[in-house]
């Protein structure tokens, strides 16, 4: 079975060490959402402001993994209702290799009165004319997705990150809304973001399993996806040992190497973490890029070969403890 990862924003850590991650993993494929930082006035970069004031946001890395590694990157884009050139941007990015679907984001105020008062039916038309999968991120909103969802039957839509309300505390969120949704055949979940948004417990998060079951009961297993986010979720989901716990281990770098043939970087290392009381885990990649890349790609694989040390050494630890 062939495993899909429905939202990594791969820009982050780059497209070659995204693959890398993906092969120690056995993810098959990603749908790329290009994203780099947000800023003071609420738009979401890479892109660029419009004349009227609209924002057009614009994916350079996804489209060029797309047309490089077809076999394992597809990419969406995020869209802006007001853009007055909607129609004629949705055609452009229609007609490029690997795209796939289009994402709204409901953040603001002003955003959701536009929502709210069937402000999307432009962006929704020229959606249908391509036959475009739309994702909708709408914290606290998400009923007023009924209304699109029974204008537009023929489009197929996505509930993004549970369909969970962001400004709630740590597993006071529901996916009551997400689930009321499931009556409508066009409308499909997205199971991401789970562990911050609805699970007080640490990992593995066993309070999820009933969450996700509703989910799947309500939706059925065809119209549930998974992503991971894991540029966003790495920086503050617990993967440790367990909630408030700590462990001691010891760690060496193996191996690190750097060379470069015909105007590519490789950069190579291993790396091993040992336990107190004898476990080890051990932590190999290697991955190429441009030499202009050369410190950031060896700064990428470190913190990544000794993410993977740290987490196969929790793992152990939770076992000595008899926690799993």
């Known amino acids: 079975m062939d495993i899909v990862d429905a939202q990594v924003h791969a820009n982050v850590l780059g497209t070659e060490a995204t693959l890398a991650i993906m092969d120690a993993l056995g993810i098959q494929g990603v749908v790329f959402d290009e994203y780099l930082t947000t800023a003071d006035d609420g738009t979401q970069h890479p892109g660029y402001r419009l004349p009227i004031g609209a924002f ?43 795209f796939k679907a289009l994402r709204t984001l409901i953040f603001t105020p002003t955003d959701g009165v536009v929502f709210e008062d069937g402000g999307h039916n432009r962006l929704l038309k020229a959606a249908r004319a391509h036959n475009l999968p739309v994702f909708v991120t709408s914290p606290g909103r998400v009923s007023h997705l009924a209304q699109y969802a029974e204008r537009f039957p023929d489009i197929q839509f996505v509930i993004d990150h549970c369909g969970a309300a962001f400004d709630k505390h740590r597993g006071e969120a529901t996916i009551d809304d997400a689930v009321a949704l499931a009556c409508y055949p066009n409308v499909a979940y997205k199971w991401a973001h789970a562990p911050s948004l609805l699970s007080t417990a640490p990992y593995p998060f066993p309070d999820l399993e009933p969450k996700l079951r509703r989910a799947v009961d309500a939706f059925g297993p065809e119209r549930v996806m998974w992503a991971s986010d894991y540029t966003m979720t790495r920086r503050r989901a617990n993967w440790g040992a ?16 750097i060379s470069e043939a015909s105007g590519v970087v490789v950069v190579s290392c291993t790396a091993l973490g040992k336990l107190p009381k004898g476990k080890v885990a ?6 190429s890029g441009a030499p202009a890349e050369r410190h950031e790609l060896t700064k990428r694989v470190l913190e990544i070969v000794a993410r993977g040390v740290i987490g196969r050494l929790a793992e152990l630890e939770r076992i000595r403890r008899g926690e799993r």
Do not use: C, Y
């Open 56 to 98: 057009r946001s614009v994916g350079p890395n996804a489209e060029a993994a797309a047309l490089r590694h077809p076999d394992r990157f597809a990419f969406l884009m995020r869209v802006d209702p007001l853009d007055p050139g909607i129609e004629g941007w949705i055609e452009t990015l229609a007609a490029a290799p690997g």
């Open 242 to 257: 367990g909630q408030g716990s700590t462990i001691s281990f010891r760690f060496f770098v193996e191996e690190l190497s």
């Open 282 to 287: 051990r932590s190999h990649l290697k991955f």
